[in-house]
């Protein structure tokens, strides 16, 4: 079966620092892959999606960025975080009928 | 670009009690249709799915959901609910068109009382 991990699960950094975020898949091979963004009260926002090792689709323009330097390997970074880059960051992989399945996520807190 | 509207940021409802959470969609074209639950602090769980056919959809926990094309409604219900349904849910759209773009509603926070 497919599985999804998400490191780290808490993240605390000082406004300016640098970020990233990994997501790997197990189970499946050349995955389509997204980056979601959910802040506070509010619902999921696409930021980014792969559909293959170096292919990024941006959704959303921002200092993040996202890498895909593996098949079942996906990365968000910043390189300077702000802090309005606070959230819930989830990734997901897509599986049969175009349904999304979800990491755990990583609670980012900008200070 | 779909839009999904969840009318109810929150529904409190006393354990065993009935529930329907509302979903409506912008898009008369074909979707797919979902409903997705949330723990605090983690990912989400999808409770259940519309592709094609039946209108009534079971999911897991006892949810189920109908689809109504001409109001383009996606309401999920429950007809008995548990404690451990306190949550929050989220309704979602893709276009099976653009299967790469999943549009979410802003979530309805079930709380269940004892």
């Known amino acids: 079966s497919q599985t999804i991990h998400q490191w780290p699960a808490t993240l605390v950094q000082p406004v300016g620092s640098p970020l990233s975020l990994e997501c790997t898949v197990e189970g499946t091979s050349n995955p389509n892959l997204y980056w979601y963004r959910q802040a506070a009260g509010r619902g999921l926002q696409l930021l980014f999606y792969s559909v293959g090792i170096g292919q990024i689709s941006s959704e959303v323009p921002q200092n993040l960025s996202a890498s895909r330097p593996q098949d079942r390997q996906f990365i968000l970074s910043s390189k300077k975080l702000l802090l309005s880059d606070s959230g819930f960051y989830l990734c997901a992989w897509r599986g049969g009928g175009d349904t999304q399945y979800f990491g755990p996520g990583t609670r980012l807190t900008v200070l | 670009a779909q839009s999904v509207t969840q009318l109810d940021s929150q529904v409190p409802v006393f354990e065993e009690a009935p529930v329907e959470l509302r979903c409506n969609y912008s898009?008369?074209?074909?979707?797919?249709l979902f409903w997705y639950v949330q723990y605090p602090n983690q990912g989400l769980q999808l409770l259940l799915k519309y592709l094609s056919g039946s209108t009534l959809v079971k999911g897991i926990n006892g949810f189920e959901a109908e689809f109504n094309k001409s109001q383009t409604s996606f309401h999920l219900r429950k007809p008995s609910v548990h404690i451990s349904d306190t949550a929050e849910y989220f309704c979602?759209?893709?276009?099976?068109?653009?299967?790469?773009?999943?549009?979410f509603g802003s979530g309805t926070k079930l709380n269940v009382k004892p």
């Open positions: 898009s008369s074209v074909s979707v797919y």
């Open positions: 979602a759209v893709s276009d099976p068109g653009n299967f790469n773009k999943f549009y």
